[in-house]
């Protein structure tokens, strides 16, 4: 248990009591003489607070620097991801519309697109374009003082606030694949894996000379093409685009609007969730070796899921029974807020399929629980219970909420410890010795892998009475 100021405080009074020459100054109350010993307690009150911090974190990592550590270790990269739109496009022009892939354009907000597809339109006619949201700049490295696992830093954009979203290498007109963790790459074949630090700072390595992938030589000229993008973005249907330059008549006559959104885009994995990821053993990576949760390997290459269960033959016949179609198979019952269905799937069998191609991937649909929970308490007269009820509320929402990290995983049990632990930690009203509360949560059974179970509004009951202390008679 930590030490507080306050035991340290009045460590600090009995010991200067104890000395004569210095209680007079104490109990003077000498500024010079209480500021010293103040500094001294509080600065080994946050000492004790670290002690206690750190002698948990080896079984849950709260220390943001941890988590940082934990996810530079699993290579959790801090890439963003960029968003993927269709775009409807009409030919107001009398010529032929033509547009290639790579072609720039811009939104309302002044955001750069580029295009995914090509589309050839006649005079008059309506088509569809694919685009999303990302920019490009090139960065050479000349190799100095070569060494095996050769790194070369990647300096982030000053000028703008996009995130990096995808990285090219080439060496010689040749480009190089990109090689997670080096798997699989052979004896001076071409690849890079990328690492990152506590800071975020990204680095791309090479190999070892003869013994697995190329170490490039001193001299060499390494040329980079980073991707780069503002990650999530909001835009409504019907939001207009246009041509950054124009290359033929009809360029300016054409209009863009949006249709649908393929898939939003997302910001760089946050702390939050990487605190979430810490709680998985170090083990899993993305080699199908040692891989030994497939949720663990979506969660990290696919952000923000919503809610995410991924689960096997033997989880599927527990609770639905045996069948011969269950064979090496993986199910996934998956929500992204925005996101095309198909975009998703498809995205999902990629990652899975990338780490082990022997599965059949199975997609579930999610089934929407809403867990009743029951808080009745009592507080002192002086608390307004609509307050009270308040941060009774946000509390269990914070934990079990529809937007919580813990309500994201399949199969959830709500733990009453941890919201008893929470109430009484962070609402001042239920801290008093004459206060009182009762956690109701009902019997959960029945759970399915596919449920994604969260307390709501409705479903939340919260009865906060004031407590009387006495019988209001008088007595000895």
């Given amino acids: ?17 104890s000395r004569p020459q210095a209680a007079l100054y104490f109990q003077a109350g000498d500024p010079r003489f209480l500021a010293s010993l103040g500094s001294v307690a509080t600065m080994l009150s946050m000492v004790s607070q670290q002690v206690d911090v750190a002698q948990t974190e080896p079984f849950q990592k709260t220390r943001d620097t941890t988590v940082l550590a934990d996810a530079t270790m699993k290579g959790i990269l801090p890439f ?51 685009v999303k949201q ?136 946050d702390i939050e969730t990487m605190r979430e990821l810490a709680q998985y053993p170090s ?20 952000t923000p899921l919503r809610f995410l269960s991924v689960w096997n033959e033997q989880i599927e016949e527990s609770v639905r029974g045996p069948s011969i179609a269950n064979i090496n198979s993986k199910f996934v019952a998956a929500l992204m807020d925005g996101v095309d269905v198909t975009f998703m799937q498809a995205q999902i069998k990629q990652i899975i399929g990338a780490a082990d191609d022997s599965y059949t991937v199975k997609f579930v649909a ?30 269990v929402y914070t934990l079990y909420g529809r937007d919580a990290i813990a309500t994201s995983q399949g199969m959830l049990r709500l733990n009453s410890k941890k919201i008893n632990d929470a109430l009484k930690v962070n609402v001042v009203a239920l801290q008093d010795d004459g206060s009182d509360f009762q956690i109701s949560i009902p019997v959960q059974t029945g759970l399915k892998p596919e449920q994604y179970r969260y307390v709501s509004p409705a479903s939340l009951t919260v009865v906060v009475q004031q407590a009387t202390y006495n019988d209001g008679m008088w007595s000895h």
């Fill in 80 to 130: 963003a991801r960029p968003p993927r739109m269709t775009l409807t496009v009409v030919n107001k022009a009398t010529d032929p519309l033509n547009i290639a892939v790579g072609r720039r354009l811009l939104d309302q907000n002044g955001r750069v697109y580029l295009t995914e597809s090509s589309l050839a339109l006649a005079a008059g006619l309506t088509g569809t374009l694919a």
């Fill in 134 to 269: 990302m920019t490009t700049r090139t960065y050479d490295h000349t190799v100095t003082n070569s060494l095996p696992f050769y790194a070369v830093p990647i300096p982030p954009n000053a000028d703008t606030d996009q995130c990096i979203s995808g990285i090219y290498v080439t060496i010689a007109g040749v480009l190089y694949p990109y090689t997670p963790e080096f798997a699989n790459l052979a004896s001076n074949a071409p690849g890079f894996s990328i690492e990152t630090n506590e800071l975020r700072a990204l680095l791309v390595k090479f190999g070892w000379a003869s013994t697995f992938g190329n170490q490039p030589t001193n001299g060499t000229i390494i040329n980079f093409v980073i991707e780069e993008t503002l990650g999530a973005t909001a835009l409504t249907a019907g939001a207009t685009f246009t041509l950054e330059s124009t290359v033929q008549p009809s360029d300016r006559l054409a209009t863009f609007t949006l249709a649908t959104v393929v898939f939003p885009g997302a910001d760089p994995i």
């Fill in 283 to 302: 083990g899993y990576d993305a080699s199908a070796v040692y891989l030994g949760n497939f949720d663990f390997l979506v969660r990290r290459n696919l």
């Fill in 366 to 395: 999610v089934a929407v629980v809403e867990v009743p929970v029951t808080v009745t308490a009592q507080v002192s007269v002086v608390h307004d219970v609509g307050d009270v009820e308040a941060q009774i509320r946000a509390q």
């Fill in 1 to 17: 248990m930590a030490f507080t100021r306050d035991d340290f405080w009045a460590a600090v009074t009995a010991e200067a009591q």
